[in-house]
Structures are given as structure tokens and as C-alpha cells.
């Protein structure tokens, strides 16, 4: 997977307090700096199509292989994070170490988005622009359906499982053969309990000081775009909000990779570039 990433790949391994954390960067050294936080039971390489897209030509990208999940982080013995705060510590120790003296964008996927929102409510400091891509328990919760189709690959995953549940979620997009490949290789991983809690608080996302972009794949099963969309739009009146319509959440970061890259190297697009760019279906926000 990383072969395929623009330019030469530098893997780092950040000490924090739960352990190493494994960060794949690649991009200009001079640029500004683009942290990025995968979902749950995927790994930093799942970055590497938004990067051969574009975000790597404007930014010092950083792709991190979240603690505790499929990956090259290694888990410090009994200092496994076990609440939002725990995992808000961690990524402080990851930005200290990739961009001291900021300011960052961070983004991230799914749980990732989850990860990212909770620092930025509690730690703004240091972030210039916050990205949300599909955030899952952020905006609205996870429909049951999902959820029960989601079970298996929980509790005892295959790469069988894994793959008829992505087949499902994507409605058969066609995805990278080799992701797939590495999607595999994480039934083999330990299971570790995910960090789960409330949602965050967006009060401090409110706030004028970090810029937040969310963006919901409109063809989502984990929950329902156009409601997670509007209650975007009320608890952040000024962010910007988009809806890709044509795909999954699952999908997002392979199949929308020129489109995300889009949205990750042009923070100051016009209302109309982000109409012809998103296209934003009117159906989802009535």
C-alpha cells in the first residue's frame, strides 16, 4: 500500500504516554502540516489515495496508525487508553511530536473523526482547521441495522466477515484490491476494546478559533446522512457542511480520495466551488 503513495514515504514511531505511534509522512517538508486519523479497524495506508490526489502536494501529510487498532502503533503494557481524555492525551503527544509549534489541520474518518472532534472540544489549542469525514457518534448515533450487521465482524472477524460486511455497507464499490488484501490481514490482529463514550462537546467547535469542515457520504448505512447533516448544520452554524451523495461511509476515504484531497488543500473555496465539487443533494437537508 505505501508504495503507492506519492514521493518517498517517512515512517516515524512517536513515543506517547501509551506507547509508540506509528506516523507515515510524505509531502513537502516546508508545508503545512495534515494529520490524519483513520476509522476503527483500518490503518494509516488508507490515506494514501487522498495523498496521491493532491493533499500531499500542498501539505506535509501524516497518517497515523491509531493506538490500540490494526497497525504498527505499539500499545504501551497496561496504558491501553480507556477514555475520550485518554485519547486526547495521545494525539496531544502525537501533534507535539509532528508539529510543535502548529497550526494543524487535523482530519479524520469514522472513529477517527470521533478521536479528532473530542481533542479539538477539549484542546483547540494548536489547530488551525478541523476536517470531519463521516464522524460517526458525533452528529447522530449509529442505526441498529448497522450495527447488528456489524456484530460478527466485532466479535469474532474473519476475512471472510470482513469482507461480505464491506461488500454490504459499500453496495459492491469497487475498492482498492490491495486495501482489501490489508483489511484481511486484521482479522489477525488482537482484539482490543475500542474507546467508546459520549459524544463530544461541540459548544467548543462553536467557537470561532478553528475552522471545521464536515463532510457525509450520502450513501452511508452506519446512520442517517441527511438527519447527521442537519444536526451538523445546528450545532455548527459555522462550519461548512457538504454531503457526497454516490458514496459509502466505508468507501469514503478510497473512492472520494480527489474530492476530499480537493477539500483538504482549498480551505477558502467559494459556496459555488463547493456546489460543483459536492454537489450536495437538497433532499438530504429538507
Known sequence: MLAGWPGPVEAVELPTPYGL???????PAGAPPLVLLPGGGAT?????????AGAARTHRVHAVDLVGEPGLSVPAPGRAPRTPEDLADWLDAVLDGLAPHGPV???????????????????????????LLDPTQVFAGLRPGYVLR???????????????????????????????????ETA????????????????RLAEPDVRVDVLFAGRARCHDPGRAARAAREALPGARIDVLPEVSHHALPLTAAAEI???LSDPVRSEAR???????????FS
Open 150 to 184: 456489524a456484530l460478527p465482524v466485532l466479535l469474532r472477524p474473519t476475512p471472510e466477515r470482513i469482507r461480505s460486511f464491506l461488500s454490504w455497507e459499500t453496495r459492491g464499490a469497487a475498492l482498492d484490491p490491495a486495501w482489501l488484501r490489508l483489511q484481511d
Open 105 to 131: 489541520t487535523l482530519a479524520g474518518h469514522s472513529y477517527g473523526a470521533w478521536i479528532a472532534a473530542h481533542h479539538a472540544a477539549r484542546r483547540s489549542a494548536g489547530l488551525d482547521r478541523l476536517v
Open 188 to 203: 489477525r490482529f488482537p482484539a482490543a476494546r475500542p474507546v467508546t463514550g459520549p459524544r463530544p462537546d461541540l459548544a
Open 261 to 263: 484531497a480537493r477539500l
Open 44 to 52: 494509516s495506508a488508507v490515506w494514501g489515495a487522498c495523498a496521491a
Open 21 to 27: 505511534t506509528r506516523v507515515n509522512s510524505c509531502g
Open 274 to 284: 463547493a456546489s460543483a465539487v459536492f454537489r450536495p443533494q437538497k433532499s438530504l
